[in-house]
């Protein structure tokens, strides 16, 4: 059938009055077009395959960039949709442990240097700032973005956050909140 014939037949069905489901534009015009256009099949010839993406094996010599980078250390070659070695993310108790870390050191009311500087690190962690964290305690930065930072200070503004600076070496979230953590009730 026809497109024509198609829309005749449907103006001749609507003209006479009867009752039809209600119908959207989008649903008569896909009826009409998958009515009037032939069957098509997917064939293949001899030794053709279909369009795949390559496989997500090897790893990429570029590190990824953008949101990937926030998630993810290693991506496949050609594939940077695909992650091969993700980064540890904070949980979800991590997160409410540093909140509440966070809102204790604020309700104290005495703002000091020592509970300012613990708050600011602490919103560090919960953005995820693993560079700019390693930055102020002072780590030096490896040549590779994946490796993790060696030889970070142990203290920062009279806080002492060796813990922190272990964790931040080992690029573990978990060990970083139990270290902020214990950095805030020791305040």
Not at 69 to 98: F, I, N, Q
Not at 120 to 126: A, F, H, N
Not at 153 to 168: E, F, Q, R, Y
Request: hydrophobic share 50%; proline share 8%; aromatic share 4%.
């Amino acid at each position: 059938m026809k497109l024509p014939q198609l829309l005749a037949a449907l103006l001749l069905v609507v003209a006479s009055g009867l009752r039809l489901p209600p119908l959207s534009r989008r649903g008569v015009i896909g009826a009409a077009f998958a009515a009037s256009a032939p069957a098509l099949r997917a064939v293949a010839a001899y030794g053709e395959a279909a369009n795949q993406a390559p496989p997500a094996l090897v790893p990429s010599p570029f590190y990824p960039t953008g949101e990937m980078a926030k998630t993810c250390e290693v991506v496949a070659a050609g594939r940077e949709d695909v992650c091969l070695k993700p980064l540890k993310m904070l949980s979800a108790y991590d997160e409410m442990r540093l909140r509440k870390a966070s809102d204790a050191l604020k309700a104290a009311g005495s703002s000091t240097p020592a509970s300012d500087e613990a708050v600011r690190l602490i919103g560090l962690v919960e953005a995820k700032e693993w560079a700019t964290l390693a930055g102020e305690l002072g780590c030096t930065q490896p040549k590779t973005p994946d490796a993790a930072p060696k030889k970070c200070v142990t203290s920062v503004a009279g806080l002492d956050v060796a813990k922190l600076a272990a964790a931040v070496s080992k690029k573990d979230p978990a060990l970083m909140t139990d270290a902020l953590v214990k950095l805030a009730a020791s305040l």
